[in-house]
């Protein structure tokens, strides 16, 4: 029996070095890997490049390694809940590249996939395709790197041509997800919005690492169920189902309003 379980959250991101490129599900903070992330926070591994729908924020999810300085570059759709990444963006200490979240998710499902390029019209006719758009500030006010133009195409849709950009897939190096369930061999059940970007990102990495709130045996799942089978994971480490969660927002209402 191929069994893919680990027995900690350290032992599971042991090998990701110092530069590597990692693919991190999660969105806003729900569905976020908490465990790999504080395990790799304590290991000290830096000058990371990662891909993740947005950065958590200040002291909580992908925000510990921002914080901690750890992070070089993002590849996120949405930045806004994090006052350190707005810092750092624009002291020009921190890259980023800003893509739309359909693109993104299409990008990490590509990378997956094997497929190497798509064309979308997503950004046709924007800074997305025309280039132009901040990627590492100066420091003074200026833009140091900027995006490059993309390759625009007209493609016949519906009997009319309608311009589409060329966008690039996504393969990292590591990628880190969290599951409400998974077996040992790495098929994974996620649990209703915490689905998201997991098993897009799960898809996108070399090696998928992902944490797991209940670790059962094979068979125990039913194969309808399965939301990302384990041809995509690698490793698998059981979190317990009492790992802390958090919200970005709580919302009330005074009661009979």
């Known amino acids: 029996m191929i069994d893919k379980t680990l027995s900690s959250a350290a032992e599971a ?29 304590a290991q000290g ?29 993002m590849t996120s759709s949405y930045v806004g809940e994090n006052k350190e990444f707005e810092r750092q963006f624009l002291s020009g200490e921190l890259e980023l590249e800003l893509t739309p979240q359909g693109t993104l998710a299409e990008k990490l499902r590509a990378g997956g996939s094997g497929i190497a390029a798509f064309f979308t019209q997503t950004g046709v006719g924007t800074q997305v395709a025309e280039g132009g758009l901040p990627r590492v500030y100066d420091g003074q006010g200026g833009v140091a ?9 007209a493609f016949d849709v519906s009997g009319e041509p309608r311009e589409y950009v060329l966008e690039e897939a996504i393969v990292t190096d590591f990628s880190l997800v969290h599951a409400l369930r998974g077996d040992r061999h790495g098929n994974l059940v996620f649990n209703k919005a915490a689905r998201n970007f997991n098993p897009l990102a799960a898809m996108a990495g070399r090696v998928c690492i992902a944490q797991v709130e209940e670790l059962v045996e094979p068979g125990e799942l039913d194969p309808d169920s399965i939301h990302l089978p384990g041809v995509f994971v690698h490793r698998v480490v059981e979190v317990g189902t009492g790992i802390e969660k958090r919200i970005e927002r709580r919302t009330v209402r005074t009661e009979g309003n």
Not at 53 to 67: E, F, K, R
Request: glycine fraction near 12%; include cysteine; charged fraction near 20%.
């Open 13 to 41: 991101v042991a090998d990701i070095p110092d530069g590597a490129s990692l693919a991190v599900g999660g969105f806003g903070l729900s569905g976020n890997p908490i465990a790999l992330i504080e395990a790799l926070l």
């Open 145 to 153: 790197v900027a995006s490059p133009v993309k390759e625009v195409r």
């Open 45 to 73: 591994t830096r000058d990371l490049s990662i891909v993740s729908n947005n950065c958590g924020v200040d002291d909580w999810g992908l925000g510990m390694l921002l914080n901690a300085r750890r992070i070089r570059k």
